[in-house]
């Protein structure tokens, strides 16, 4: 690696991405190093061999209130990568009671949730009062100094009003969003997603989709380094680093190359924190790095016409969570995505029996799917999707600013307030980047 850096950034997934971008552009020289082959972290696509289709390892959906990851593809500009419906619209099926939607109206806000929970049908009239006091109750949680934090998302929607019809609804968004089950995850992270979704504007609430694959929200990474002085290393394995006086020195690679920085942003996963950094000076992170997993299972199925009522599909009493409308990849070839967040119970059962129960649960749930022929189905694990988003794990989550002086951490991991996702992700990289500073060391 030719000449030293202002800033090293370990790791190129969307956390260490926003932050070596965010350096670059406030005028520091960057330099990358990523153990893969590729950007992306646990978020990436790649060019399925048999049929030439881009592939994304899951099923990643965003919003249009996520303003950092915004920040991002406006700085690469890849805004178009990304599709969103104009307004939040969910289709809904539930097993043995049928469809029903929650739809937000372009009205002024907080019209637009009025009427949302005012049509949907799957509320009785006092789960859409319980609906309405949504926002004040999340605000209540998230300001009670520490007093919530300890309860679980399954308990904090049973002391609602019309808390049984409300938590029908409201779990499987609780359980995708933070992908896990409503009876362990942090109902204070859960609080927070629901301020943001119903704090913003009715034109920014919608949900989305990468139009064609993830990895297009981040094409154009390397050049944009490149173009301001900066590079980006792949297959580089990062073995420690270089600690003297509490300060941060640079890092060792497997190999033997060792690197100096001006300053470094750790942009790893949670666990291999425990493996660069030494056990004198994990400090407050040696709780977070041994954190478990939670996993998620995902399909991709190609059937020969559509399927889905909508693009966005929850689905309730049955494995399938969620199913996506991914549009047409070729004439007669129409993707549908499904997903199972916290899937603890499926990652080691066998893909074909995965395979099968999804389509079969489409074809249960709607009409379009019955008559229709399935052409190809892939199942995805994702072992290691996200850090677990229990309550106990959400106090562990550290700072972006270490005690270690030039050393800063970015990731899903770290204490975004938010639950681990690609928006928390990047806001990581956003803030680790103020704290690293822009100006040559």
Not at 22 to 51: F, K
Not at 105 to 130: D, K
Not at 225 to 242: D, F, H, I, N
């Amino acid at each position: 690696m030719s000449g030293r850096p202002d800033v090293l950034v370990v790791g190129a997934g969307f956390a260490g991405v926003a932050a070596a971008t965010a350096l670059a552009e406030r005028g520091a020289r960057v330099h990358v190093l990523e153990t893969r082959q590729r950007p992306g972290g646990r978020a990436y696509s790649w060019v399925d061999p048999a049929t030439g289709e881009v592939r994304d390892n899951g099923q990643h959906v965003l919003a249009s209130f996520y303003d950092e990851t915004a920040r991002l593809l406006a700085r690469l500009g890849t805004g178009e990568a990304l599709e969103a419906d104009p307004t939040f619209r969910l289709h809904l099926w539930e097993r043995g009671r049928g469809e029903f939607d929650l739809a937000c109206p372009n009205l002024p806000h907080p019209l637009q949730w009025l009427a949302a929970a005012g049509s949907c049908s799957r509320l009785s009239a006092l789960a859409r009062v319980g609906a309405l006091t949504l926002r004040d109750r999340a605000r209540a949680l998230i300001s009670s100094n520490g007093d919530g934090r300890a309860v679980t998302v399954a308990d904090w929607l049973k002391a609602g009003p019309g808390s049984a019809d409300l938590a029908a609804v409201l779990k499987p968004l609780a359980t995708a969003a933070l992908n896990e089950a409503p009876e362990d995850a942090s109902a204070l992270l859960f609080a927070r997603v629901l301020d943001r979704l119903l704090s913003v504007p009715a034109s920014k609430s919608g949900l989305a989709l990468p139009r064609r694959a993830l990895g297009d929200l981040i094409a154009g990474f390397e050049e944009y380094l490149q173009g301001r002085g900066g590079m980006v290393r792949y297959r580089q394995t990062v073995l420690g680093v270089r600690i003297e006086n509490g300060r941060a020195l640079g890092v060792s690679l497997l190999g033997g190359e060792r690197i100096d920085a001006g300053s470094i942003v750790l942009a790893v996963p949670h666990e291999r924190a425990g493996w660069v950094l030494r056990p004198e000076h994990l400090g407050a992170m040696s709780g977070v790095v041994a954190i478990p997993w939670s996993p998620i299972v995902s399909t991709v199925q190609v059937y020969d016409r559509p399927i889905l009522p909508a693009r966005f599909v929850g689905m309730l009493g049955t494995k399938t969570q969620w199913a996506f409308d991914r549009g047409s990849s070729g004439s007669g070839r129409f993707l549908v995505g499904t997903v199972r967040s916290a899937a603890f119970a499926d990652v080691e059962r066998d893909v074909a029996v995965i395979a099968a129960e999804a389509d079969s649960e489409l074809r249960e749930a709607f009409d379009a799917a019955r008559p229709a022929r399935l052409l190809s189905l892939s199942v995805y694990k994702e072992r290691r999707a996200t850090m677990r988003a229990t309550p106990d794990a959400q106090r562990l989550r550290p700072k972006s600013k270490t005690a270690i002086e030039g050393l800063f951490l970015a990731g899903d991991w770290t204490d975004t307030g938010l639950p681990p996702t690609i928006e928390g992700a990047v806001w990581s990289g956003h803030r680790a980047a103020e704290l690293a500073g822009g100006s040559p060391a």
